[in-house]
């Protein structure tokens, strides 16, 4: 099942800056889903429509498998939330804080005691349950906000940016404590803007841009993809001959490379796995005569592939719109775009505006879903 799905979610703010784009995500039931993308992508926007806290501007969002408006809290009670750099009343302690959060809740005082005492001990702040919360250190009001966010004990928990300004033991250890709360039943969403802090918690990544989904898969596909390698080699003789005939070392054309004298870095993105790759330069080494000075391997880390994506994603803008606009025409639409080429819809920046034109807010709708990561196949 569906925990959440989101369809051509848009949202405008002030009819001026474009948060969110047309976004399709699906997170299905069970998984620890990290919404990964930078400051302004549009996560916490999100968020506040999944919850019902704001209205989308366009399109639909269902949420453990029901419309979500602003009347459901419903729907809201079964959802537990940390919001970024959550502050609670100072002069409260843990313990009466999370009476207040139950209380809220409508629980009966009693299942309130228990569950908190529960849930104290699984932050690992029993010894501080009885000490003013003023006095705690970031990574404990952190703690004390997931918490608060599982009194319920929600089937879905939302976390925006649950490791933003911790220290690194503080970020290992709210790590920890997500990976122990994922279960079968609980399903996860953790927004961050760094891919490396939920790497290894996450199932599954979807990576967002300027309002879109642009990558989503299993976490597991985006490190295979991210494994695939770059091989560097200084050459000397009939470099041209050379450059000429890199495009051929890949079949399917997923070769990019960068020459910096007589340095060529290529970063292969193709299925096939590294040593072809260097087999394939090597017997171009061979076939164009030039003599090897330098040969070199690597492979890019996650974080860059991540960056990657979102450098690709800024230069496909014009041609997504065409494959957009060409799909439109497929499909018999009558659309203002018909016969044009139409960039993609500036997300939302302080001096960003909005084209004005409806028909256009769907430009940039395309998901690239896992086993694609690599270049424009339109
Ligand atoms: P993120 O959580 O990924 O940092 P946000 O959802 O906070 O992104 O913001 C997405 C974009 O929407 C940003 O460009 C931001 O400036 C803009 N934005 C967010 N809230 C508002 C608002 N209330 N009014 C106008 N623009 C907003």
Redesign the pocket.
Known sequence: MDVIETTDLTKI??NR?I?LNAMNMRVEKGMVYGLV??????????FRILLGLQRPTAGSVKVLGEEMTAERSDIRRRVGFLPTNPSFPRNLTPIEYLEFVGAVMGMPSERTKIRLATLLQAVDMTSAAGQRIEGLSTGMVTRLGIAAALMNDPELLIL?EPTSGLDPAGRKETIELIRELSGRDRTIII?T?ILGDVERVCSDVGI?SQ?RIIYSGPMAEMRRLARHGTIVVEIEGNTTAFEQQIPLLDDVGAVRWERLGSEFRMSFMGAEPLPVYIHRVLDLIDRTGVDLLHFNTGTDEIEEAFLRRLEEDRTRGFLRASAWAATQRLAGHDTLLTGEVTPAIP????TGATTGNTTAATAGAETVHAGVLGPPSV
């Open positions: 703010y002030q800056y948060a993308g930078p400051n302004g992508a549009g996560k916490s926007t999100t925006d927004a803007h967002i309002g997300a939302a920046t302080s």
